[in-house]
């Protein structure tokens, strides 16, 4: 079997309400669509974020930077592939970033294939250790008067376990926590992330502040290029502190973190190299004990090659499952994997187990399909 061509659609689709984060709100999503193709027929898909607006600079890397290096090549070699993908960035010293997202998206594609090639599930290829996963709700920012309710919601849903953020108005940080946990009960599992938003004087204070509320972990205290004082967190507070959506985007990150002691939890996103590179780090982390818990908030591609993943790990307990309702990530996937009480079954058909909508994808596609 031989890869014949790769394909990009550059899709987008606007928010009912933009998602607010402590730094930023992103009115809309933009991704890049990624179908390899190949000779005998079988076709893998794998996405990529193409932020903030939609920017076509990871459509001409992986065309002409990327897809060159996989014509012709047999696709069921992922291995080697993935690391004759990885020299292009290791050649200019960019371990972060578009090029590793570009590399993510076309693993996820090659793991497809070569799920679809041998009739089985990618989840039973990684090791096969679960066929379904808890989901945990994952919200956008609520305000305190508000989010006793939503979390209700979640409840009645069926989740168990809920994620709020905080760090938009810092004020109001604790009120918004202290809702929660009452909408929660005491045996109600909450997660809280920050976003980045504190800084290093005032984290562990406001950490102390929140202990009350028995926080399941803490997300993202700190920005990514604070790993010292992260470290310092982690040592001095005994709620988890959790990282890895803007620290870790390949497992030489991982390891740096783990010789540093920042972060209780890492939370990789698949699209830092795919599903290749996750494994790697949830390994890694494994071996040291630490738990794996991949951030997600893409669209639905993503999420089935994610779910397949946690499939095939032995170190994580859930699969991120956003709130909100995101068209890339419901409409895109024909037989997108919802939560059923709380539970995600992973897709037992071959590959990622998924079907695209080709009517989604002419609807939200923005410009030339190359």
């Known amino acids: 079997?031989?890869?014949?061509?790769?394909?990009?659609?550059?899709?987008?689709?606007?928010?009912?309400?933009?998602?607010?984060?402590?730094?930023?709100?992103?009115?809309?999503?933009?991704?890049?669509l990624v179908e390899v193709i190949t000779d005998e027929g079988i076709v893998g898909v794998g996405d990529a974020d193409a932020f903030p607006t939609g920017d076509p600079s990871i459509v001409e890397l992986i065309q002409h930077r990327f897809a060159p290096l996989l014509i012709g090549e047999n696709p069921l070699e992922i291995g080697r592939l993935w690391e004759k993908m990885f020299g292009v960035p290791h050649a200019m010293g960019r371990y972060k970033g578009l090029e590793i997202y570009a590399i993510g998206a076309l693993d996820m594609a090659l793991w497809d294939i070569l799920g679809k090639h041998v009739g089985l599930p990618v989840y039973q290829l990684l090791g096969g250790n679960r066929d379904q996963i808890e989901a945990y709700a994952s919200l956008d920012y609520v305000g305190p008067s508000q989010i006793g309710d939503v979390v209700r919601d979640c409840l009645d849903r069926g989740f168990r376990a809920v994620k709020i953020r905080i760090g938009v108005e810092p004020d109001k940080d604790e009120d918004i926590v202290r809702e929660a946990r009452n909408a929660l009960g005491d045996h109600?599992?909450?997660?809280?992330?920050?976003?980045?938003?504190?800084?290093?004087?005032?984290?562990?204070?406001?950490?102390?502040?929140?202990?009350?509320?028995?926080?399941?972990?803490?997300?993202?205290?700190?920005?990514?290029?604070?790993?010292?004082?992260i470290s310092e967190l982690a040592a001095a507070t005994h709620i988890p502190i959790a990282i890895g959506e803007h620290e870790i985007f390949t497992r030489f990150d991982a390891k740096e973190l783990i010789q540093k002691g920042a972060g209780d939890i890492f939370q990789p996103d698949l699209r830092s190299g795919g599903i290749s590179e996750c494994k790697r780090i949830a390994d890694l982390a494994d071996a040291w004990g630490i738990p794996c818990i991949p951030h997600f908030y893409g669209p639905g591609v993503r999420f089935a090659a994610m779910i397949h993943l946690l499939g095939g790990i032995r170190n994580s307990k859930y699969v991120e499952y956003p709130i909100r309702k995101d068209p890339l990530r419901s409409e895109l996937v024909l037989d997108f994997p919802v939560p059923e009480e709380g539970v995600v079954n992973i897709p037992q058909q071959p590959g990622l187990g998924i079907h695209l909508n080709e009517e989604a994808i002419s609807m939200y596609s923005k410009g030339e399909t190359i």
Do not use: Q
């Open 1 to 32: 079997m031989r890869i014949t061509r790769v394909k990009t659609t550059l899709l987008s689709c606007s928010y009912e309400r933009p998602v607010t984060f402590a730094h930023l709100s992103i009115p809309y999503r933009s991704i890049v």
């Open 188 to 229: 109600g599992i909450l997660m809280i992330d920050v976003n980045s938003a504190w800084s290093r004087l005032e984290a562990l204070k406001r950490i102390r502040s929140l202990e009350k509320y028995n926080p399941t972990w803490i997300e993202e205290p700190l920005p990514p290029y604070e790993l010292d004082g």
